[in-house]
C-alpha cells in the first residue's frame, strides 16, 4: 500500500512540473491559464493524499476550500483576460437579439 500511494504522490508531482512549465512558457494566455487550473486541481489531490497518509480528516476542508478559490481565480482571470475591466458587465453579443 506504502509503495501505491508514494508512485500516486510522485506522479501527481511529475503532472504539477509539467503544468508549470506550460503555465511558465505559453504559448497563449489560455494555455498558461489551463495550466495553472490544472497546477491548482493537482495540489487539491495532493492536500487529500496528504490527508489520507496522515489520517488528518480535517484536512479535506483544506482541500475543498482551495478547490474554491482556485474555481474563482480562474473564472475571474478569464473575465479579466475576456473584457479587461473586472467591474464591467458583459455584454450580449448583437446578433442574439
Known sequence: MTLVLIATTM???S????????????PTIYDRIVAVNVFGTKTVLVVALITHITGHADLIDVALV????????????LKLVKTRDLGSATEEDPQDA
Open 11 to 13: 506522479a501527481v508531482f
Open 15 to 26: 503532472t504539477m512540473a509539467l503544468a508549470l512549465g506550460r503555465a511558465l512558457k505559453g
Open 66 to 77: 482551495y478547490a474554491l478559490i482556485n474555481f474563482i481565480a480562474i473564472v475571474t482571470v
